[in-house]
């Protein structure tokens, strides 16, 4: 079992720039978490989906940040015109379906907006 | 609304000792699940142990285990035997149950600084 695999481990962006960050879940579960973690606030939590189905997105910035999950071996998250403050780890992780509740976590991407 | 508080910042130890770390948690919720995670210092977070809110006998796991006070929305984690690489930052972090919240989103306090040292 591979874990949780993100890419790419660091991704550094100009102001402005697209970022896009893959998630593979680990194989057999279906519910796949977005979570950000900074210093200042945290971790914080984005968006999930199960099923590839998009169940909850509360946390998500409601301009620039979207997330997808075209099938159940990887999930997208895409900032657009990133600015300094996207600065941040973010973290995918999954868990094996609705009733178990214990997220296992990928190694995260740090990104970096100059 | 749910929230986690973990009021200390960081803790040091001596190796082989014993250690507990505080979280106390808000909730309507009836029913809801708690865990403790561990980041290392590579950045990566390790589930370590939960709680479910129906079960009375605190959870163990290898040389962790919990003090759940539920009259009390408290749920220290503890460490004994302490090691090394048990240096890291430990997170406690709740889920509602999903028929009241909507959602499975973990909550996450904002962490435990352990240091063990020799």
């Known amino acids: 079992n591979a874990g949780v695999i993100q890419t790419p481990r660091h991704k550094v962006t100009g102001k402005g720039q697209e970022a896009t960050l893959w998630c593979e879940p680990i194989?057999?579960?279906?519910?796949v978490f977005w979570y950000r973690q900074t210093i200042v606030q945290g971790l914080e939590f984005l968006t999930y989906?199960?099923?590839?189905?998009?169940?909850?997105d509360s946390g998500m910035p409601k301009e620039r940040f979207s997330a997808q999950m075209p099938n159940q071996s990887h999930s997208t998250l895409k900032i657009q015109s990133t600015q300094p403050q996207d600065s941040a780890v973010y973290l995918c992780?999954?868990?094996?379906?609705?009733?178990?509740?214990?997220?296992?976590f990928g190694a995260g991407t740090r990104l970096s907006v100059l | 609304a749910q929230k986690v508080t973990q009021t200390q910042t960081s803790i040091s130890v001596m190796e082989k000792t014993t250690v507990t770390m505080d979280c106390v948690y808000e909730?309507?919720?009836?029913?809801?699940?708690l865990f403790w995670y561990k980041q290392t210092a590579s950045g990566e977070i390790v589930f370590l142990i939960r709680?479910?809110?129906?079960?009375?006998e605190n959870a163990t796991v290898g040389h962790y285990s919990l003090n759940f006070q539920k009259p009390k929305s408290s749920i220290g984690l503890i460490i004994t035997a302490t090691q090394i690489e048990d240096s890291a930052v430990y997170f406690c972090?709740?889920?509602?149950?999903?028929?009241?919240?909507?959602?499975?989103?973990?909550?996450f306090g904002s962490g435990t600084q352990l240091t063990v040292m020799p």
């Open positions: 194989s057999g579960h279906s519910a």
């Open positions: 972090a709740m889920r509602e149950g999903f028929l009241s919240s909507g959602s499975w989103q973990l909550i």
């Open positions: 709680q479910d809110s129906y079960k009375k």
């Open positions: 909730t309507q919720d009836s029913s809801y699940f």
């Open positions: 989906f199960r099923n590839q189905a998009p169940i909850d």
């Open positions: 992780a999954s868990s094996l379906d609705w009733s178990q509740n214990t997220l296992y």
